[in-house]
């Protein structure tokens, strides 16, 4: 059983619902979300759209979250509107990864430290990481390193340590393709088995689902499938068995029908994950509103559609989720 300080098991209870899962929203999406509203949009988008969409978001539906994972270049005005019952992580590394060599290296945002992202108020710092457990061993140590480096800030600065994984192949480039899909399983449960060892520091772990769910039997978009709903299930279980850590999913963009029908599959599996941290599943289609009809016409579908998304996954974490408890302990307990 992991055992937390006092200060990092009231700040997971500060980031919980009343059932001790983990129900977030994110939005610390920096230069994809530009992307997404230039999109969307008539005309240039500047950094402050990207801050007052974040606002937006953050004010109509932290209402229905227990906590709201948010960035420190655009997000920190949005913090400060949240849901006063809704806890904050905040992002510690620089968006996407270094594309000028091989591996997926990451990096901190240079002017943040962790003492800093907690003076701002975080309940929790989240790092993301992209790994390969089939990459280079010199690539893979020194991210090994690098994630220590994060750890034992955030253990300094006595404050819960979220690291987000996020999988890829160095030879296969469509992650979401049917190669990928093949070993994907693989790569996600022998990532987590990494990346729980103790000299880590993790005390939560956001990861991907183990299967593409659009591979899967009975939910393949076009008919192909690459695994059976057996396996499917299989792999949630042994996902779920190769951490005593708490962790909780990531939606990676997908529907939110879609995101809810994967949390059932993973409970069939009587996988324990401990809650999510949801993104675009939530409001992206609140991105259209918000290029073509600006503010009100946003606030309009976060307050029907976007908050029935969230009604709706809330009720599907109910059933779904276990409490984190069963895997935490205070330190003076």
Known sequence: MLKLSVNKYEALERLSNEDHQIAALAIDQRGSLKKMISAASSKPVNDEDIIYFKKLISKDLTHFSSSILLDPEYGLPASKVRDENSGLLIAYEKTGYDTTQPG??????????????????????????????????????????????????????DIPFFLELVTYDKNIEDVKGKAFAKVKPHKVINMIKEFSKPQYLVDVLKVEVPVNMDYVEGFAAKGEEVYSRKEAVDYFKSQS?????????????????????????????????????????????????????????????????????MDDLNAVLKITAKPWTRKVSKLNS
């Open 241 to 309: 068995d190769a951490t005593d850590l708490p962790f909780i999913f990531l939606s990676a963009g997908v529907t939110a029908k879609l995101f809810q029908t994967t949390l059932q599959l993973a409970s069939e599996a009587k996988s324990e994950f401990n809650g999510v941290l949801c993104g675009r599943a939530t409001w992206r289609n609140s991105i259209e509103c918000y290029g073509t009809g600006g503010e009100k016409a946003t606030v309009t579908w976060l307050q029907s559609q976007g908050k029935k998304n």
């Open 104 to 157: 997926h290296l990451p990096d901190l945002l240079p002017d943040w430290s962790v003492r800093r992202l907690k003076n701002e108020g975080a309940d929790a710092i989240k790092f993301m990481l992209y790994y390969d457990v089939d990459e280079d061993m010199k690539i893979n140590n020194w991210k090994h390193a690098f994630v220590e480096r994060v750890g034992s800030e955030c253990k300094s600065e």
